[in-house]
């Protein structure tokens, strides 16, 4: 206990830190973010960004929380293409609807 998770080459990596938390830990399981993401057709990282919004992280939050294969830190331009693109196949405008949209699709109500 004690330990939390971060993202390392995009994959959730173990860490000490207790500022980093697994991303959407509170809002669904893995099983059901993944059904978000085949809902909404997204990518691996677009899904990691999708948790990450969704638990209130700053652009630059999420950059230094998903790490290139080099281990360097997504830069905020780039986490904004990868916003861009999530929001545009969300068919939304902010990360509340972005949220609301998750629950909507967790609920079947999505439609």
């Avoid at 173990?14 to 669904?28: I, Q, R, V």
């Avoid at 099983?31 to 652009?59: I, P, Y």
């Avoid at 630059?60 to 990868?82: F, H, M, N, W």
Wanted: charged share 30%.
């Amino acid at each position: 206990m004690g330990q939390s998770r971060r993202v390392s080459s995009g994959v959730f990596e173990e860490s000490s830190d207790p500022t980093f938390g697994n991303p959407g830990e509170d809002l669904l399981s893995d099983f059901e973010w993944q059904d978000v993401a085949n809902v909404l057709a997204l990518s691996e990282r677009e899904l990691q960004v999708a948790k990450l919004l969704v638990e209130g992280c700053t652009r630059d939050q999420i950059g230094a929380r998903l790490r290139k294969p080099t281990g360097e830190c997504v830069s905020p331009g780039t986490v904004r293409v990868y916003i861009d693109r999530l929001y545009k196949k969300a068919h939304v405008d902010d990360r509340t609807a972005l949220a609301l949209r998750v629950v909507r699709i967790f609920l079947g109500r999505d439609g």
